[in-house]
Each structure stands twice: as C-alpha cells, then as structure tokens.
C-alpha cells in the first residue's frame, strides 16, 4: 500500500498570502495524484487531478505540481473561502486508494 | 446538475447490519464508475470500496473486506453499500463519489450519511 503524507499538519497563512502544501509518496505515484477541498460539514470538492490538472469550476489561483514521489498544491492568494483541509490522494497504484491524512490551512 | 444523495446511515450495534443507498441524477450513471468513501468523526478520508460502470469489476479496502459489498443498479440510478458485521471502527460518515472519466478522482460526492456504530 502507498502511503501519503501531508506537511505540514497545519499551515497558518494571512489572506492574500501564498500558501504551500506538500504531499509525499511513498514511492512513486507518477502523476495520478488528486488534491482535494473540505470545509466543516461539507463533503470534499476535486481541485486537481493528474498532479497539476485543475477539475471544473476551480479557480485559477489554485495550482498542483509535481511527479513520482513530491507533489505541491500552491494557493497563490488566498481568499477568506480557501481555509480549510486538503486531502492528498494518489490513484496510481490501486486498490486501494489512499489518502494523505490532511493539512488544515487556518487563517493566521 | 449532478447529484448523488446517500441514505440509510444511523445507529447500529456492533454485529449489526445495515444498508446505504446513493441516488444519482444529472448524468448518465450507467457509465461512471463510483466508489464509497467514508470519514471517521474528526479524521481523514479512507476509501472503501469501488464498483465499475457496468458492475463487473469490484474493489474494497482490506479494511472492509469480506464484511462490505458493493452494488449498483443502473436502472434505478443507484449505487448500495450493504454492510455486515459493523465494528465500532466503522462509525463514519460515508460518501457516495463519482470517478472521474480519465482520472480515478471523485469529481462529484454525495452530502454523506453517518453511520454510528455503538451499544
């Protein structure tokens, strides 16, 4: 089983600010890996597949890079609407699918 | 507009049985390939279980293995998840989600339905 993992556990960015996420593999995933969104209560919402692919609907400032093992979702100025958790999860090598355990991005 | 809309979830005793249902509408559900996904309260998203468009090919987490099965019915839009033997760990929220057509991605999820494990 591939195992993800998020850094850091909670990122605490001002609005407008660049915010960073990481998402480690455990071996190589190449670039099957989705980001997703969830706020309190709600179900998660797909930002991005194929490692850098943005899903419907989602907005420009949202952006995923990497392949193989190191992958980084980039928020480029964050809006009020955009502090949540993100999921990491890779799709490469399945079942299962497995997820990162999370990172919260709280408004500093 | 796409919906999938989970129930079924609620209290259930350890041993115990019960069965979610996931109704689709909005798109042609024949030929998407969905899963279930659930969230235990406070932790992260597990996968559970996967079921091709037309049935034929089914996945689970080892973790549900042998306990969970997974369906579909195309004509009624419908995708189930019977659950048997239920242990406390499987207490969750349990999502319905849509694969994406070229990527295994869920691009769309259900609202989600509890499932509370518990004497």
């Known amino acids: 089983e591939i195992v993800m993992t998020q850094s850091p556990a909670t990122l605490s960015v001002s609005p407008g600010e660049r915010a960073t996420l990481s998402c480690r593999a455990s071996q190589s995933v190449s670039s099957n890996l989705a980001w997703y969104q969830q706020k309190p209560g709600q179900a998660p919402r797909l930002l991005i597949y194929?490692?850098?692919t943005r899903a419907t609907g989602i907005p420009a400032r949202f952006s995923g890079s990497g392949s193989g093992t190191e992958f980084t979702l980039t928020i480029s100025s964050l809006q009020s609407e955009d502090f949540a958790v993100y999921y990491c999860?890779?799709?490469?090598?399945?079942?299962?699918?497995?997820f990162g355990q999370g990172t919260k991005l709280e408004i500093k | 507009e796409v919906q999938l809309v989970e129930s079924g979830g609620g209290l259930v005793q350890p041993g115990g049985s019960l069965r979610l249902s996931c109704a689709a509408s909005?798109?042609?559900?024949?030929?998407?390939?969905m899963n279930w996904v659930r969230q235990a309260p406070g932790k992260g998203l597990e996968w559970v279980s996967y079921?091709?468009?037309?049935?034929?090919?089914?996945y689970y987490a080892d973790s549900v293995k042998g306990r969970f099965t997974i369906s579909r019915d195309n004509a009624k839009n419908s995708l189930y998840l019977q659950m048997n033997s239920l242990r406390a760990e499987d207490t969750a929220v349990y999502y319905c989600?849509?694969?994406?057509?070229?990527?295994?991605?869920?691009?769309?999820w259900g609202q989600g339905t509890l499932v509370t494990v518990s004497s």
């Open positions: 194929g490692a850098s």
């Open positions: 989600a849509r694969d994406l057509v070229i990527a295994a991605a869920g691009d769309y």
């Open positions: 999860q890779q799709y490469n090598n399945w079942p299962p699918r497995t």
């Open positions: 079921i091709s468009s037309s049935g034929s090919t089914i």
């Open positions: 909005g798109f042609t559900f024949s030929s998407y390939e």
